[in-house]
């Protein structure tokens, strides 16, 4: 070993080219590192998600959440299975098993979903895929108090293409912003006044909006395609749609009957920064991407950007994660040159100026060849790994302190620079290795923490370890090297001039301090402590046990992430389910002025103002403490002033907030958050499963009565929540008789409220919705579901188009059996018949009510009816003539033949 120590100590060239290979490899690896603020692991889990519009939570789960658990359950590989029972969708996040490929588990995933063959039939495709985290960067806010929705997200989208077209930018989306969709809304008045159905609309709308390829004309000198073109793409081209169409040539158009609005979906969310309507664009990175390079690049082109958008129009960035990063990485540039000086200057006092030098130089050497490190196993600059790099600042030079001051102790001894740089090491090299190894293993058992924590928390050994190992071989062979040629400390030298000499009398004046307090103070103590080792022993034993008894009574408390002051407030007002969205939005509009009235009164330690940016949003929360979305949630965001510069806690800030707020009448909760680190999730949560929900809340409820009686335990709340209320509707028995089932009447009541979607249309990158519905002024009122049209499916399906008789609506009576739903129209046709013919109208559907009833009792209210269908609309094409055939008495009620033709 001896030998070892001495040819590299030897061999001061070879430890220059060391040094100069772990310079440069350090600086290529900080140049290509990725920095980003956490690290960007793989979660190993899969999620499924199936849409099902207009469908409510317990539907969804019935209908499509347990079907996705008892298909995938069983699948090798999975480990957990959680599923999300929401409005409209189902979520399914599959967490799978350590050292399984998560790519073949995604295959059978999707295998056994596609093959669910009882799906109802109006949900969507299942969407399967990775689970994959879009680490964010920062958020665009484009305001504008002079544009419509629509001109507003047109700008969203296309500063949105800007910012992707950038070189550093490859992930930025719209957020928020309301999808394009082309509402028709027809009135149940205008139903009944031209005697349609939704579905006949619908069936119009799909059968005029389409393009359909034709094939190929080969004729004698080339080869023609052929294409029919008849897709509409604007509200503007619906309205010229021809609905009813007489024999006379008088047209009834889409635009005649129904409110076109060709624009966006309904408003759901209302979103707000700095009190103007506002659509976001989230600038997110991927796993190799750059979080400050990203921010530095989009930076620029919003300060381009803002000069070029038409005034009243601003763009904002906010909510920049590079802050914490940049300060992160400012910290440990300063924590090392301030350790780097501290640790010269100690070192020239008490030892030698060249031995300082060396010395300090293991703090670098060790910081850049943990760079190599963690280049080559792919990690990057991030929270984790800065703060790997600050705690082991202090370490990694230890280890040189000992090599250069055995060295140098041998060589006030006598010894030959060469010699005493090998002595030194051999004298001092075990220690040194086994203090260094020993710090080393105490990290190595968080490279096997399994898990999302443990992928989360890897670079922190790494970093350690890294560092660690390259001190060591930095102190034990380059070290020496360097200091084979360290001077005699026995020979007096004298300075040139009087700084040097001022500096060499102060150098003796220190180092002669330290011998005399390590002769008379520090020596005598361990000759004691090793006269007396069984109390010296004793002593550290009572140490142990006192520390142990500290921390197990509880008098230091242990938390996994402290509160840290921070720059950001969250507040969530929630209300109960079924809450109107003004409702919350007054609430919410009363916390943002208390929060004005807060800031106003509060001075700031700079004199700046201490809100820099608000955001709001009414239908959602913004805290990142949970999911929750609906007209009953509503949140403030606000970003402070920076801590520095208002030297206010932020949890004063929280308190006098909150006392501004007040009460808000029917609010469930208010939430204010702020000034907190790690994952959004209480100090202690209890999970229980269940399949029925009633015995789930009555075990929740007692669970939280028995923890109420722990002493210290407080804020004991469950997340469930009442649903809004609900209006169940069943057949009468009557109804069934007119010929109505229970897919007629949901069939409409969906198409009537949440709106039937005819036909989709790419309009350029939008993919946009075409729906027939009621206005929204009649879906808002209890009154239109009371009174509304349930028409028989069957009815629908064999006639194009109602009798005229029906749109007539003669004098008529109530039905003798009182059904459930009126029949269409109201017109004689569908009420002047007995119930003893109810069994007959029900079988040939409601468009052939008058005929059939007419020929089943032989009265002559068939030869008007008859008659009067002689001028039967049917939709473009054939059948309407038939109509005429009416006119024939008592055969009266083939009249309602006339809609059979529209069929052909």
């Known amino acids: ?70 298909a995938i359950d069983g699948l090798d590989g999975i480990r957990e299975i959680h599923t999300i029972s929401n409005e409209h969708v189902a979520l399914a996040i599959i967490e799978v098993m350590d050292g399984y490929d998560v790519r073949r588990v995604k295959e059978e995933v999707r295998n056994a979903v596609d093959a669910i063959a009882t799906f109802p039939a109006d949900v969507e495709r299942p969407v399967v895929q990775e689970f994959i985290i879009r680490m964010h960067v920062m958020t665009l806010s484009i305001t504008g108090p002079n544009l419509t929705d629509v001109e507003l997200r047109e700008y969203a989208e296309k500063i949105r293409d800007e910012v992707r077209a950038l070189p550093e930018v490859t992930q930025a989306n719209l957020s928020g912003a309301r999808a394009y969709e082309i509402a028709i809304e027809i009135s149940e008045e205008r139903l009944r006044e031209y ?143 301030i350790g780097l000086v501290l640790v010269f200057i100690l070192l020239w006092l008490f030892l030698d100026i060249r031995l300082s030098f060396w010395a300090g130089m ?77 710090t080393i293993v105490a990290f190595m058992p968080l490279f096997f923490v399994s898990g999302i924590l443990g992928r989360m928390i890897i670079p922190l050994p790494l ?154 949003v009414v239908g959602s929360r913004t805290d990142d403490r949970g999911v929750a979305s609906g007209s009953h949630v509503g949140s403030v965001r606000v970003d402070l002033l920076s801590t520095t510069k208002r030297d206010i806690h932020v949890e004063t800030l929280m308190a006098a907030w909150e006392k501004k707020i007040g009460m808000i009448t029917g609010a469930v909760a208010l939430t204010i958050t702020g000034g907190e680190s790690g994952p959004g999730s209480q100090p202690l949560e209890i999970w229980l499963q269940g399949r029925n929900l009633d015995r789930l809340i009555e075990a929740a409820a007692e669970l ?24 169940k509707l069943r057949l009468k028995p009557e109804a069934r008789a007119l010929g109505i089932n229970v897919a007629d009447l949901a069939y409409q009541i969906y198409t009537s409220y949440y709106g039937q979607e005819t036909v989709r249309i790419q309009r350029g990158r939008n993919d946009v919705r075409v729906r027939v519905r009621y206005p929204e002024d009649e879906r808002r009122v209890l009154a239109t579901l009371k009174n509304m049209r349930i028409r028989p499916m069957m009815a629908m399906g064999m006639a194009s188009m109602p009798s005229a008789a029906m749109m007539a609506g ?63 609309i049917s939709a473009p094409g054939m059948g309407g003539g038939m109509g005429g055939m009416g006119g024939m008495g008592g055969m009266g009620g083939m009249g309602g033949m006339g809609g059979m033709g529209g069929m052909m």
């Open 463 to 616: 970093v350690v370890v890294a560092a660690l190992g390259v001190s060591l071989i930095e102190c034990l062979f380059l070290l020496p090297a360097h200091l084979s040629h360290l001077p005699d400390p026995n020979v007096r030298t004298e300075g040139k001039n009087i700084v040097q000499r001022l500096g060499l009398w102060f150098h003796k004046k220190t180092n002669r301090g330290l011998e005399r307090f390590v002769e008379r103070y520090y020596n005598p103590v361990v000759a004691l402590a090793i006269r007396w080792r069984y109390v010296s022993l004793c002593i550290a034993v009572t140490v142990l046990l006192l520390t142990m008894g500290i921390m197990d009574s509880g008098y230091v408390k242990f938390e996994t992430f402290p509160k840290m002051d921070g720059n950001n407030m969250s507040a969530v007002i929630e209300f109960p389910s079924g809450t109107p969205l003004d409702i919350t939005e007054q609430a919410v509009i009363q916390m943002e002025n208390a929060l004005h009235e807060m800031a106003a009164e509060t001075k700031t330690k700079s004199g700046d103002p201490l809100v820099r940016n608000i955001y709001t």
């Open 810 to 872: 003669g004098a008529a009576t109530r039905p003798s059996g009182g059904a459930a739903m009126r029949a269409p129209g109201g017109g004689a046709g569908a009420t002047a018949f007995s119930g003893r013919t109810a069994g007959a109208a029900a079988a040939m559907g409601a468009g052939v009510i008058g005929g059939v009833a007419a020929m089943g009792d032989m009265i002559t209210q068939g030869g008007a009816g008859g008659g009067a269908n002689s001028g039967t």
């Open 362 to 438: 293991g703090m670098p050497v060790s910081i850049t060849g943990a760079f190599i490190v963690m280049w080559y196993f792919g990690a990057t600059i991030n929270m984790m790994t800065l703060f790997g790099m600050i705690t082991v600042l202090g370490i990694i030079v230890d280890d040189a302190i000992v090599v250069g001051e055995a060295i140098y102790v041998a060589r006030r001894k006598g010894h030959a620079a060469l010699q005493a740089a090998v002595e030194g090491v051999m004298e001092v090299g075990m220690p040194v290795i086994a203090a260094v190894t020993t």
């Open 1 to 70: 070993m001896k030998g070892l120590f001495t040819s590299f100590a030897r061999n001061i060239v070879f430890a220059n080219i060391v040094l100069l290979f772990i310079f440069c490899g350090g600086f290529l690896a900080i140049k290509n590192l990725s920095r980003e603020n956490i690290p960007n692991i793989e979660l190993d889990m899969v999620r499924v998600a199936v849409a099902w519009p207009g469908a409510d939570p317990e539907e969804v789960e019935e209908g499509v959440s347990r079907r996705i658990e008892e």
């Open 704 to 727: 939280k009565e028995h923890l109420s009686g722990y002493a210290g335990v407080y804020q004991i709340q469950d997340d469930y929540r009442i649903g809004p209320n609900e209006i």
């Open 195 to 337: 005697g349609i159905t939704f579905e006949q609309v619908a069936q119009v709308v799909r059968a005029n909006s389409l393009n359909v390829p034709g094939g190929v004309m080969r004729t004698e000198g080339e080869e023609i395609r052929l294409r029919t073109v008849g897709r509409n793409y604007t509200g503007e081209d619906f309205r010229d749609l021809v609905v009813l169409a007489r024999p006379d040539g008088q047209h009834i158009t889409l635009g005649r009957i129904a409110d076109i609005r060709d624009g966006l979906t309904e408003e759901t969310t209302i979103m707000r920064f700095n009190g103007e309507r506002t659509v976001n664009i989230s600038v997110q990175k991927t796993k190799t991407e750059d979080t400050l390079v990203i921010d530095k690049a989009v930076l620029d082109y919003v300060d381009r950007k803002q000069g070029d958008l038409p005034d009243g129009v601003t763009l904002t960035a906010w909510s920049r994660r590079s802050l914490s990063l940049e300060a992160r990485i400012k910290l440990l540039i300063r924590n090392g040159i």
